[in-house]
C-alpha cells in the first residue's frame, strides 16, 4: 500500500505537535510495509510570510492529489488585528472550501486514566462518549454579505448566517449514519426559537430522520446544549450542528476530556479524502518549548487512518496506544497530575509509539 499524505504543520506548536503524528504514521507504516509519501507544505502566518498568502498556490496544487492532510494549527498574534486584509485563519478556511470538506468529526471520550484532569466530578465525566458532527463550509462564517463601514459616524458590521438545504441535508446524513453504527442517538442542536436558518435547519433534520428509522433524533437549542454538555455529558451520543455553534461547543466539549489538546478532528467530504487536525490553537506562548501535548495530533493521525486509508485496526492500535500510555502515568503538562510523570512533546510521541501494538 502507498498513501500520499500533505503535512501542514503551520504556526506556533503546529510544527512540534505535527512531528509527534508523523512519527507514529511512520511506525505503523514500518510495522504494515506501507509506504508514506509525505508531503510539507505553507498555511497560516508561516505562509503569509513567505508568499504573502495564507494559502498558497503551491499548497492547492499540493492537496488536490493527495490521499490526506495531517494539519497543525494557524495563528500569529501579529496577525490578531482584525482591520488587516490578510490573515492566517483565511487560510485555513480557503483550506476547507477547497478540500470540498463539509462534516468535522470530534469525537469526545473520556479517557479513565483522565477521570481526575478535568475540573467536572469524575461521576460526572465517567462513562462519556460523545461524536461532535459539525457543517464546516456554510453558515455564518462564509455568508455573504460580510462587511463593515461607517454611517452617519458610526461604524456598523454585518455577517451573514446563510444555509442552503443541500448543505444541511448531506451533514444530516453524515451524522446519522455515524450515529448508526454507534448507539442510535442523535441530538440535532440549533437556535430555532430565534433564527430562521435554524428553522429551515430543524425542518431538513426532520426530513432526513425519516430515512434512519432506528436513530431516535431529538432537537435541543444550542444554549441547552451548552448547559447539558457540563451537567450530564453522557446523554450525548452523535450532536449534530451547524458552523459556528458547533466550533463553540467542541471547544466547551474539550474540558471534558481534561485539555483541549486531548481532542482530534476529522473533516470529510464526499470522498475519502479528508483533513485532520488538532482541535486546538497555534499556542505561540509555549512554541518550541517541547511541553504542547501532541496526543490531539495523534489521535487525529488515527482518524486518517481510518477514514482515508481505510485501517480501522490500525487506527484503533494508535488509540490503545494513547490510552496504555496515559494509564502508565506519563501526561504532557497541560493534564499533570500528583502521583504522574510529566514528559514533553517529544518524549510523549516516542512513548505512544513504544506501546504501539501491531
Not at 503524528?21 to 503569509?48: D, F, P, S, T, Y
Not at 468529526?105 to 462519556?128: D, F, I, N, W, Y
Not at 501532541?294 to 486509508?309: C, N
Request: contains cysteine; negative net charge; charged residues 25%.
Amino acid at each position: 500500500m502507498r498513501a500520499h499524505i500533505v503535512l501542514l504543520p503551520g504556526d506556533g506548536i503546529g510544527p512540534e505537535v505535527v512531528a509527534e503524528g508523523v512519527k507514529v504514521l511512520k511506525a505503523v507504516a514500518q510495522k504494515r510495509g506501507m509506504e508514506l509519501h509525505l508531503q510539507e507544505e505553507l498555511l497560516g502566518a508561516c505562509a503569509i510570510e513567505r508568499t504573502g498568502n495564507p494559502l498558497p498556490p503551491a499548497t492547492l496544487e499540493a492537496i488536490s492529489h493527495c490521499d490526506a492532510v495531517l494539519m497543525g494549527a494557524v495563528g500569529d498574534p501579529k496577525y490578531d488585528d482584525p482591520k488587516l486584509p490578510v490573515r492566517p485563519e483565511q487560510g485555513l478556511l480557503g483550506l476547507r472550501k477547497a478540500m470540498g470538506v463539509f462534516a468535522n468529526l470530534r469525537p469526545v471520550a473520556v479517557m479513565p486514566a483522565l477521570l481526575h484532569a478535568s475540573t467536572l466530578k469524575p461521576e460526572v465525566l465517567q462513562g462519556t462518549d460523545l461524536v461532535v458532527v459539525r457543517e464546516l463550509t456554510g453558515g455564518i462564517y462564509f455568508g455573504q454579505p460580510k462587511e463593515r463601514g461607517v454611517q452617519d459616524g458610526q461604524r456598523w458590521a454585518v455577517d451573514t448566517m446563510r444555509y442552503w438545504e443541500h448543505e444541511v441535508r448531506r451533514v444530516a446524513h453524515v451524522a446519522f449514519r455515524l450515529a448508526r453504527q454507534r448507539r442510535k442517538k442523535l441530538t440535532s442542536v440549533d437556535k430555532a426559537n430565534v433564527l430562521e436558518c435554524s428553522r429551515m435547519w430543524r425542518e431538513v433534520v426532520n426530513e432526513v430522520a425519516q430515512e434512519y428509522p432506528d436513530v431516535t433524533l431529538e432537537h435541543m437549542l444550542v444554549d441547552a446544549c451548552a448547559m447539558a454538555l457540563i451537567r450530564t455529558p453522557t446523554n450525548f451520543d452523535v450532536v449534530l450542528t451547524e458552523n459556528m455553534f458547533g466550533d463553540i461547543l467542541t471547544d466547551e466539549a474539550a474540558m471534558l476530556a481534561g485539555s483541549i489538546g486531548m481532542l482530534p478532528s476529522a473533516s470529510l467530504g464526499e470522498g475519502r479524502r479528508g483533513l485532520y487536525e488538532p482541535i486546538h490553537g497555534s499556542a505561540p506562548t509555549i512554541a518550541g518549548k517541547d511541553i504542547a501535548n501532541p496526543l490531539g495530533t495523534i489521535l487525529s493521525a488515527a482518524m486518517l487512518l481510518r477514514h482515508s486509508l481505510d485501517m480501522e485496526a490500525e487506527a484503533r492500535a494508535v488509540e490503545e496506544a494513547v490510552s496504555a500510555v496515559l494509564a502508565a502515568g506519563y501526561r504532557t503538562a497541560d493534564i499533570a497530575e500528583p502521583n504522574c510523570t510529566t514528559v514533553g512533546t517529544r518524549q510523549m510521541g516516542d512513548l505512544v509509539v513504544q506501546h504501539l501494538k501491531l
